[in-house]
């Protein structure tokens, strides 16, 4: 599969209740900032990608949606209801299914567009996933045209999603396994080189000098 062909879609929550987790990596106060600054890395990351066509984030958060608004991004009011409805919506309602879609968790600061790519060409039009960098989880999955989403995220999201038929993709993609669910996670993802606004706002604060790098953001 060639050229802009995929729609790509990221559920964002409220940015008051997003990472619950990793509260504490920064001071409180700043928490909503670092979680916004991971989906804009995430978003820039996708809509940099040859096979993807547009990026739309499913959000009800005002805040959010500015922000990849200004990214090039396209918005759509979240419909209500836990993570996979938000995907579901995005990907088969309002993209349709007459195209590949694929949908990306938002905490992805370190994602290459390159991998992404190299992973939709592997999806080709399958129903398929990628697992996160622990294995559990689940970080993309995608499905070509004529064919639902059937999103299964949550604790042992992999499984389910194996369990469901999609089939695991298993390629050496660092960056787009490595999502942001603790203060460990994050420090995994310095040491990949995360992106341009996780990367800011770490330095405004003082935690850190710069980013680390593996090769070029692409």
């Known amino acids: 599969m060639s050229g802009q062909q995929w729609t790509a879609v990221v559920p964002v929550k409220q940015l008051s209740a997003a990472k619950s987790r990793l509260r504490g990596a920064v001071a409180d106060a700043r928490h909503e900032e670092l979680a916004l600054a991971m989906v804009c890395d995430t978003v820039l990351a996708i809509g940099s990608c040859a096979l993807v066509r547009d990026v739309m984030v499913v959000t009800a958060d005002a805040r959010a949606a500015a922000a990849v608004s200004e990214l090039g991004a396209r918005v759509v009011a979240d419909p209500g209801g836990d993570l996979n409805a938000a995907m579901s919506f995005g990907a088969d309602t309002v993209a349709g299914l007459g195209r590949p879609r694929a949908v990306l968790t938002g905490d992805l600061p370190a994602l290459r567009p390159g991998e992404l790519d190299a992973a939709l060409q592997a999806a080709g039009q399958d129903r398929a996933y990628v697992a996160d960098a622990v294995g559990s989880g689940t970080v993309l999955l ?11 995220f949550g604790v042992g999201s992999a499984a389910a999603h194996a369990a469901s038929g999609a089939r695991a993709l298993t390629g050496d993609w660092p960056g787009l396994r490595q999502d942001v669910d603790t203060p460990a996670d994050l420090r995994t993802v310095l040491a990949l080189g995360a992106g341009e606004h996780t990367c800011a706002l770490l330095r405004d604060l003082g935690l850190i000098t710069g980013c680390a790098a593996v090769g070029p953001r692409r």
Do not use: R, Y
């Open 142 to 152: 995608t499905t070509g045209t004529a064919t639902a989403l059937d999103p299964h």
